[in-house]
């Protein structure tokens, strides 16, 4: 962590860095955070600004671009969090944000105001009032612990914060979601294995995004917590020029069952200021689910799913309705309507997404009231 790629000279030290990622680190100083691990560094290539691993954590300049549709906080988490950085949106589980700090700043993440920022960190009363919380709501019965990165949290305040959930009966199971395997293995001590391993119940959900980042290491990390009782399960968000593309997504989903971990959902990437340049179309990503069904292992293909205030919707033809313009329609599972501002394919493509039927064009629902825009995004004519 010490030794964490944080300037342009140390960037420069790693790979041959372009203009336009030159333009992205200084202006988005003070903006967004930026941070490598000499690790996950070590992955980049040197010679290609296309690199899967570089494009995740290297700025461009597009991150301020003035035209983005952005909001800071596009699940309203805030208005779900009846204490700091605790959010009940669904009954039986909570998501509880306990640390503000990453190891890596991913320049699509989906809390990119949140992360490493001072007032987003949880002082050990703030932690108390949301244990406090949870033990007096009995229906709370899985709490899923992200951040920022949980792992950044040390082993004594892991095993205080894991013991104190343990001891609430009414929770069944402990979930952590976690990059470290992805971008610093080399935290997956014994020490850290043993006290997940001593609190469990606890689930892993990590978050690779490329073949590319399933290296050895990364391989050693996941073994570790598999024989430390806990099960490691991946979520991956799509990504435009990362992982959109039918091999890329096999490499990963294939890579994955073969390091033992079970793909989980395939996340819509967030409309959130400052990630424009990462966000594909809706169908583009249907279209690749569907070609994936039935030719990878069944338990290799994850959900897609596009996380909203009204919960994760599944991206298939039962929830998602047609395209309108610059929305895309979907029902979600609460019966709400929800409008997604989502880009358009590209024309090569479009024609024959629509010949296969793969998402029709509709009009605007009837109904306006039951219909929720996306806040912060424009509606067309
Ligand atoms: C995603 C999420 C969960 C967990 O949902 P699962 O579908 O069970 O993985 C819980 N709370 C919030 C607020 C979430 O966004
Ligand atoms: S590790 Fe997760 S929370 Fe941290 S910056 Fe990356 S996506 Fe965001």
Request: hydrophobic share 40%; aromatic share 6%; charged share 25%.
């Amino acid at each position: 962590m010490r030794h964490r790629v944080t300037t342009l000279a140390d960037v420069e030290r790693c790979i041959r860095v372009t203009d336009d990622e030159r333009e992205g680190i200084r202006r988005t100083e003070g903006v967004f955070q930026w941070s490598i691990t000499p690790y996950y560094a070590s992955l980049m290539d040197a010679d290609d600004p296309a690199c899967p691993v570089r494009r995740q954590v290297v700025p461009l300049a597009s991150e301020l671009a003035p035209d983005i549709v952005g909001v800071e906080d596009p699940l309203e988490e805030v208005a779900h969090s009846p204490v700091k950085n605790l959010i009940h949106n669904y009954r039986d589980r909570v998501a509880f944000c306990v640390t503000s700090q990453c190891a890596i700043y991913c320049r699509y993440c989906l809390r990119k105001r949140m992360v490493g920022e001072a007032s987003f960190m949880m002082r050990r009363g703030e932690l108390e009032e949301a244990l406090d919380y949870i033990r007096a709501h009995t229906e709370v019965r899985d709490v899923l612990l992200t951040g920022g990165d949980p792992l950044t949290l040390g082993e004594r305040h892991l095993d205080w914060l894991l013991g104190s959930l343990k001891q609430i009966e009414h929770v069944d199971i402990v979930r952590i979601g976690t990059r470290m395997p992805v971008k610093l293995p080399q935290r997956i001590t014994p020490e850290l294995c043993e006290v997940l391993e001593r609190n469990g119940p606890v689930w892993v959900n990590t978050h690779f995004n490329h073949a590319k980042e399933l290296t050895p290491r990364a391989r050693e990390a996941v073994l570790a917590l598999l024989k430390a009782g806990v099960p490691v399960g991946n979520q991956t968000v799509l990504l435009a020029g990362i992982n959109d593309s039918l091999d890329a997504l096999r490499e990963l989903l294939e890579g994955l069952v073969r390091a033992r971990v079970r793909p989980y959902y395939l996340y819509q990437a967030q409309v959130i200021g400052g990630t424009a340049h990462f966000r594909t179309p809706i169908e583009v990503g249907m279209d690749l689910m569907a070609r994936l069904q039935g030719r990878i292992t069944g338990f290799a293909m994850p959900v897609y799913v596009l996380d909203t205030p009204f919960g994760k919707i599944p991206l298939n033809r039962t929830y998602v309705l047609g395209r309108c313009g610059d929305f895309v329609i979907m029902r979600s599972t609460r019966g709400r309507v929800w409008a997604e501002p989502n880009p358009r394919p590209p024309e090569a493509v479009a024609a024959r997404l629509v010949e296969e039927a793969v998402l029709p064009e509709i009009a605007w629902p009837d109904g306006a009231e039951t219909i929720s825009v996306r806040s912060g995004a424009e509606v067309g004519a």
